[in-house]
């Protein structure tokens, strides 16, 4: 009797033990569904490719108001921005009058483009060689602090190419910290911009005439790592070109990831996948984090 008593208190106090550690590991499971990390990373993400767009808007622009280029209203940053351009030292500085551009977001303080590194003769965005490197001063969206620490911006296509058979490229690094509410996200990253529908006439016209990026299709890919806003690190690798449809997906004003796949890792925790889509017109984005997949909407 000793002993079957022994044997019974022994396997109960096994059974709590064992009870204990599954209900403590599947609660872990369960608290690991946090998206936020990664939706912070979606908007740094749009911030930072915002920033490129602005650039080749000033470049492209001759009048001074970002709403003359390519057809007015279609322009994302169109009635919220001047440009004021020193072609001497080929600086255009991009100054937002904190209001709500075409694109629904509200934009204030400076962007500066420096393109007097280009080579080749290179003065515009679209042309081979452009090369400019781009600082802030006081730049926010939605009143979002998005502090420029670096970040270049070179056209990478090889000079006298066809386009009817290749795409016009750009290398895009960086390092950006977007100041939110929750706390600082930081990341730096190496992207490479396509423009995939280069061979399209009414895209893109040769270098003499501003791409009509009201038409545009533009690819991503590449590579960032950074430090959440709770302080975690993490890395963040494009596993499927990131798809931006200028001319076929407007909501709002906005331009969002409509294809691709990215995966999210940060530190200490399993890896979340984001993908934005097969190609649909909308703000809809799913992250799959240990097999469940959770649905987000787009900043």
């Known amino acids: 009797m000793k002993t079957t008593k022994l044997s019974i208190l022994f396997v109960a106090t096994l059974f709590v033990f064992a009870t204990s550690i599954t209900s403590c590991r599947k609660h872990k499971e369960e608290k690991d569904e946090d998206v936020s990390e990664a939706s912070d990373h979606s908007f740094a993400e749009h ?13 492209d ?3 001074g108001n970002l709403t003359q280029r390519n057809g007015g209203s279609e322009d994302i940053l169109s009635y919220c921005a001047t440009v004021k351009r020193d072609s001497i030292n080929h ?5 937002f009058n904190n209001s709500t551009c075409i694109d629904g977001r509200t934009r204030n303080g400076i962007l500066i483009f420096n393109y007097s590194a280009s080579t080749n003769g290179a003065k515009h965005y679209r042309d081979p060689g452009f090369n400019c490197s781009v600082t802030s001063n006081g730049y926010s969206v939605d009143g979002n602090a998005v502090n420029i620490i670096s970040k270049n911006i070179i056209n990478t296509t090889a000079v ?3 386009s009817a058979t290749t795409n016009l490229t750009w290398n895009v690094t960086g390092h950006i910290q977007v100041v939110k509410s929750n706390g600082t996200h930081d990341f730096s990253y190496t992207r490479t911009k396509t423009l995939l529908n280069t061979s399209d006439a009414n895209v893109y016209h040769g270098t003499p005439t501003p791409i009509s990026w009201n038409l545009a299709r533009i690819g991503i890919t590449g590579s960032a790592s950074g430090t959440t806003a709770s ?12 798809i931006r449809d200028f001319g076929g997906c407007t909501i709002s004003g906005r331009h969002p990831f409509i294809q691709g796949t990215l995966e999210f ?6 890896t979340r996948y984001v993908d934005f889509g097969n190609g649909s017109c909308d703000l809809n984005a ?12 787009l900043p």
């Open 47 to 59: 911030a930072s490719n915002d920033i490129v767009n602005i650039g080749s808007q000033a470049s």
């Open 61 to 63: 622009n001759n009048s």
């Open 91 to 95: 600086i255009d500085s991009v100054i």
């Open 160 to 162: 006298g190419f066809n």
């Open 231 to 242: 302080g975690k690190s993490y890395s963040a690798n494009v596993t499927g070109q990131l």
């Open 265 to 270: 890792i940060p530190s200490g925790k399993a």
């Open 286 to 297: 799913t992250v799959t984090i240990n097999g469940k997949t959770h649905n987000i909407t």
